[in-house]
């Protein structure tokens, strides 16, 4: 059993940047894939970004270039820096743990409880 808590979020102005982070617990964090998904008021859950356990990366189109991220095992914690924010990034962000690298949802395994970001215009 993995369990993920999400820290980071926040109110930020459009243009600014936020870095969340996904604590996991278990000692099998190394060898899962991790992902960030997001969720508007009104709007499914979508696809942000995801890491392979060997550090392979992949990204929305929406946010291609302006977010990254990234996984410290020794830590047992991923990341997501957000850059060049905008108010359209404005979501609860999730993160998950699962053993595919993939950009669905249903394909992972474990989830947090979400972190609020807000991007002010």
């Known amino acids: 059993q993995v369990q993920l808590v999400e820290s980071g979020g926040g109110l930020v102005q459009a243009g600014g940047s936020l870095r969340l982070s996904c604590a996991a617990s278990g000692r099998t964090f190394s060898s899962y894939a991790m992902g960030w998904f997001r969720q508007a008021p009104g709007k499914e859950r979508e696809f942000v970004a995801a890491?392979?356990?060997?550090?392979?990366?992949t990204y929305a189109n929406s946010v291609k270039g302006r977010f990254t991220i990234s996984r410290d095992n020794t830590k047992n914690t991923v990341y997501l820096q957000m850059n060049s924010l905008k108010p359209e990034d404005t979501a609860v962000y999730y993160c998950?743990?699962?053993?595919?690298?993939?950009?669905?949802?249903?394909?992972?395994?474990?989830w947090g409880q979400g972190t609020q970001v807000t991007v002010s215009s």
């Open positions: 890491i392979s356990w060997s550090g392979s990366s």
């Open positions: 998950a743990g699962g053993s595919t690298y993939a950009s669905s949802s249903s394909r992972y395994d474990y």
